[in-house]
C-alpha cells in the first residue's frame, strides 16, 4: 500500500525559500510510469498543481510557478521534495504530495504559513 507523507517547516519568512520534503513507502518513486506531484491549496480557495517529477527524473511545472519553483528527488531514500522560492503571504497553503496516476494518492497536506 503506496503511502505518502509530507514534512517540513510549518512557518516560512516572506522572500525565503519553502522547502518540502515527500517521503514515500510501499512503492518506488522510480516504478513505471509514476508522476509524483506537488498540489496546494490556500485557505479558501481551490486545488492549484504546482509541478511534478516523474519515475525517469523529469520535471514538469506550472507556468505561473515556474519562475519560482523547483522538484527534484533522492531515490536513495524514496523522497521527492518541493522548494518554491521568493514566497509571500499569498503561498500560504496546506501543500499536498500526489501520486498523480494510477489510483492517485495523496499525503495528508501540510499546512505552510508565510509570515514575518
Known amino acids: 500500500q503506496v503511502q505518502l507523507q509530507e514534512s517540513g517547516p510549518g512557518l516560512v519568512k516572506p522572500s525565503q525559500t519553502l522547502s518540502l520534503t515527500c517521503t514515500v513507502s510501499g512503492g518506488s518513486i522510480t516504478m513505471n510510469y509514476y508522476y509524483w506531484s506537488w498540489i496546494r491549496q490556500p485557505p479558501g480557495k481551490g486545488l492549484e498543481w504546482m509541478g511534478a517529477i516523474t519515475y525517469s527524473g523529469s520535471t514538469y511545472y506550472s507556468p505561473s510557478l515556474k519562475s519560482r519553483t523547483s522538484i527534484s528527488r533522492d531515490t536513495s531514500k524514496n523522497q521527492f521534495t518541493l522548494q518554491l522560492s521568493s514566497v509571500t503571504p499569498e503561498d500560504t497553503a496546506v501543500y499536498y504530495c500526489?501520486?498523480?496516476?494510477?489510483?492517485?494518492?495523496w499525503g495528508q497536506g501540510t499546512l505552510v504559513t508565510v509570515s514575518s
Open positions: 500526489v501520486r498523480q496516476s494510477g489510483p492517485w494518492i
